[in-house]
Each structure stands twice: as structure tokens, then as C-alpha cells.
């Protein structure tokens, strides 16, 4: 992620915030194959998941990390 992600409702820089799920990590697919062995059969690569706040409005966003 280059630089710091600002809230597009208060211009403030966002702040790194914590994600629980109760089931472990939170992570997105992607329609891109995965770099291993499974992308011979067919498998997506998933990426995992940083949320950020904004400390003004609360304002969660999700950025996936390559």
C-alpha cells in the first residue's frame, strides 16, 4: 500500500485497525491463479485483508495486501 490511506470524507490519514472474526484470518479472493501447484487445477489466489479507520467519522476500509 503506497502511503498512508486518507478517509475520502474528512481528508484524515487512516489508521490501522484490528479485524475479528472469531474463525481466524479474513481474506478475499481473487480471480487471479494462484503462484503454486494448486493453479493447476483451477485454484484462486486470496489475499489477506488490512482494515484502516478513520479516527474522525469511524469509517472502515479494507485494503488487500499482494
Request: net charge negative; aromatic share 6%; proline share 6%.
Amino acid at each position: 500500500m503506497g502511503g498512508d490511506p486518507r478517509c475520502p470524507d474528512c481528508d484524515v490519514a487512516l489508521e490501522e485497525a484490528d479485524l475479528y472474526t472469531g474463525q481466524g484470518e479474513f481474506r478475499v479472493r481473487t480471480e487471479d491463479e494462484s503462484d503454486d501447484v494448486l493453479a493447476a487445477v483451477g485454484v484462486t489466489k486470496t489475499l489477506d485483508v488490512v482494515p484502516r479507520r478513520c479516527p474522525e467519522c469511524g469509517l472502515v476500509r479494507f485494503y488487500a495486501t499482494k
